[in-house]
């Protein structure tokens, strides 16, 4: 199903109508909105959209199988063939076709489906000792790059057959035995074009631990050094009676497409197996902010931009980027403000005072320092206890030094504390909505109003969580905006928004008094309705700044100038 | 019966009844987890006179998964010095790695190490060895390698 838009889920020739871009003049679209048709969703994509399409493990294997088709009709070969041909070439079907139209045997051999022809043997060795010959030709098989499984080698090759004499008891035609189980009980026995025998059952448990446990959905022959790859067909042929493991194979071949195609993501989102299809370029990351919604479910919304698994609108990839790694790095320096301890000076590592002595040892980094100073201990001479360098130069600096963090991180506090909140609450929503369905129950019964009339709750609630993301956002944008007039306007509209939130928020959240639940009805309608106002204005200015080139940061952003 | 248990058996087997390599020598196979083996290497070599001890661990996946093997270092083994070995005994060859394949067997990865030792002409630790150790797990199959070197 195509949605630029959560609520849009039933417009699905919306694109087909739009195809200006990103410059659709919606300004009455805010204005015209009422709560009654917040679930149809508007009709025209906003400014802060983008087009995208959203696609089923089906669809997508429907493309794959169309590159499969015009490869297996150019180059007339097997079914079977083309995949494998595509999948060692990343799904880059200009590239297959110009290297197998120079050399069709050698690219055969690198994807897998050819052995190597008649691998000239090297000759054997010194000879004498047993495993002579194998030992010899060997050498190359450890450590050092062995590329990969991938380029066999005529040496190798040699040592393999070696390998297998020893392991393999006596091949009578009548009663082949499999050279990895010997299970004599085996009657099952499956090769690949290199003749390489093995019990069924084995090739099973090999082929499920590649797929389950290495998530490989290149399959290499389990004879040692041979790199030819097992086709779907096989795959599918020894997975029979394991359906899990087939349709995981099957989820990891789609994955590996999805990830060669630039106009292609997958769904991050845990046991999903939808792809979003959005033709976005890296240089519009700069001004937009690719949010887009899997098929499945609306609640799988993420970044197409970046790795970012939610919707981080207003703000672009680059600064929520940004913003996520400050908070990453800063956590821990956070809480050591806020519980009055103080910092080494030398590393920086937290320290707490728990006793009387002012002489304080860095459990990190072994620094000692005077408590009340700041500065090196051994400056301090015999004063024990007694600090008198309080303006000692170096103490003195040691001193600036952590102010001026200090103040720094004051600032950075007063953008993190209010972004913290707002995820905060967002993650309490589970339990609002449980306390909103409950009070929708009782409206119901001490009311008139009926089951599709109690609605105004929830939908109360989906706004105030819709905005606390877009809230939260604007803080960590709002912490790297240069300050000035452009930010000032910024931070109104930030605060016009937040105080219809959390208006909105306390009504929903207030005792029911049934005597009142029309009037209720009415006041809670009309602040979902302004809410969503201050939302949209939020996120439109937003973007239009960033398509303007209106907003100047107070540090360099990856991809602006 | 696991597969593992049937293969290591025969594997034993054939050892008992071929013998094992010259310069191989199975030191104990009490139970179908754990086996350690001796190996030296003859000729002229900078691992003249030495001899080493390795260890195997077995899962019940082997051999569809490659077994850990790595040199016992204690009071009575130490590990060769060699570019790919680690100081604790963790050996960095891709057959015990991606290179792994489920034909090959206890003997063949010794007669693949005792030969990586025989090629080896300068003694030298591999790069990184300390912080490697100080850092490795318990488990040699838990590291990720990199096969990235050229020159055994
Ligand atoms: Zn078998
Ligand atoms: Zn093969
Ligand atoms: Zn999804
Ligand atoms: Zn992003
Ligand atoms: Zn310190
Ligand atoms: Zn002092």
């Not at chain 1, 088709?69 to 041909?85: M, R």
Request: with cysteine; hydrophobic share 30%; proline share 4%.
């Amino acid at each position: 199903m195509s949605s630029a838009d959560e609520y849009s889920d039933d417009e699905i020739d919306y694109y087909d109508e739009d195809d200006e871009g990103m410059l659709v003049d919606d300004d009455e679209s805010a204005s015209e909105m009422e709560l009654d048709n917040f679930s149809e969703g508007a009709s025209k994509k906003k400014i802060y959209e983008v087009d995208y399409e959203s696609l089923s493990q089906a669809e997508v294997e429907k493309q794959m199988k169309s590159d499969v088709d015009s490869i297996t009709s150019i180059f007339g070969v097997a079914e079977d063939v083309a995949p494998l041909l595509l999948r060692h070439f990343d799904w880059n079907k200009e590239k297959l076709i110009e290297k197998y139209m120079d050399n069709a045997a050698t690219v055969s051999v690198a994807a897998g489906i050819a052995p190597p022809e008649k691998a000239p043997r090297r000759p054997a060795a010194s000879g004498g000792r047993l495993h002579s010959s194998s030992q010899s030709s060997k050498e190359s098989l450890i450590g050092p790059r062995r590329s990969s499984r991938r380029t066999a080698s005529a040496a190798t090759k040699s040592s393999k057959s070696k390998v297998l004499e020893r392991v393999t008891p006596q091949v009578h035609n009548e009663s082949f035995v499999c050279p990895i189980c010997f299970d004599d009980t085996q009657t099952e026995f499956l090769s690949l074009v290199c003749d390489h025998k093995f019990c069924k059952s084995c090739w099973a448990a090999y082929i499920e631990s590649k797929v389950k446990t290495e998530a490989e959905s290149w399959i290499a022959c389990m004879a040692e050094d041979c790199d030819v790859v097992a086709p779907d067909n096989f795959v599918k042929q020894v997975l029979t009676g394991d359906q899990r493991t087939w349709e995981r194979f099957h989820e990891l071949l789609v994955r590996h497409y999805v990830s060669h195609r630039p106009d292609l993501k997958y769904c991050p989102y845990p046991s999903c197996t939808y792809t979003v299809s959005c033709s976005i370029t890296r240089a519009s990351l700069a001004t937009q902010v690719p949010i887009v919604t899997c098929g499945n479910s609306t609640t799988h919304k993420f970044c197409f931009g970046c790795n970012i698994d939610s919707d981080h609108r207003p703000v672009i990839c680059a600064v929520a980027k940004m913003w996520l790694q400050k908070c990453h790095d800063d956590s821990e320096t956070a809480n050591w403000i806020k519980s009055n301890t103080k910092e080494c000076s030398k590393c920086q590592s937290t320290i707490e005072k728990n006793g009387g002595c002012n002489h304080m040892t860095c459990k990190k980094c072994k620094y000692e320092f005077c408590w009340v100073c700041m500065g090196p201990w051994s400056e301090h001479g015999t004063s024990w206890y007694n600090c008198n360098r309080y303006d000692e130069k170096a103490s003195k600096d040691a001193r600036d030094a952590q102010s001026r963090s200090r103040a720094s991180l004051e600032r950075y506090l007063h953008y993190y504390n209010r972004w913290a909140n707002h995820e905060q609450s967002k993650k309490l929503s589970v339990e609002l909505y449980a306390k909103t369905e409950k009070k929708m129950e009782e409206m119901q019964m001490t009311s008139e109003l009926s089951w599709i009339e109690v609605q105004f709750m929830k939908k109360a609630v989906d706004e105030v969580i819709k905005c606390r993301t877009t809230l939260m956002w604007t803080y960590g944008m709002a912490y790297y905006l240069e300050s000035g007039n452009e930010k000032e306007l910024y931070e109104d509209n930030q605060r016009d928004l937040e105080r219809a939130v959390e208006d909105l928020s306390e009504l929903i959240e207030s005792p029911l008094d049934p005597e009142v639940i029309k009037t209720l009805r009415q006041k809670v309608t009309d602040r979902t309705v302004y809410v969503t106002k201050r939302n949209e204005i939020v996120l439109e200015d937003t973007a239009r700044g960033f398509l303007e080139g209106r907003w100047a940061w107070n540090v360099p952003v990856a991809g602006l100038d | 019966m696991a597969v593992s248990t049937r293969r290591l058996q025969k594997e034993l087997a054939e050892i008992k009844n071929q013998g094992t390599p010259v310069g191989i020598q199975l030191l104990s196979a009490e139970n179908f987890q754990e086996w350690h083996l001796s190996l030296e290497v003859l000729g002229d070599t900078v691992f003249a006179g030495e001899v080493f001890c390795l260890r195997f661990r077995f899962d019940n996946q082997y051999p569809i998964s490659s077994p850990a093997v790595q040199f016992v270092v204690d009071d009575k083994w130490k590990a060769p010095t060699h570019p790919h070995v680690y100081t604790n005994g963790h050996i960095c060859a891709s057959i015990l790695g991606n290179e792994w394949s489920p034909v090959l067997s206890v003997i063949s990865v010794c007669v693949t190490l005792q030969s990586m030792l025989a090629s080896c002409k300068k003694k030298e630790l591999p790069p990184g060895n300390d912080r490697y150790v100080r850092h490795a797990p318990d488990n040699p199959k838990k590291t990720r390698f990199e096969y990235d070197d050229d020159t055994v």
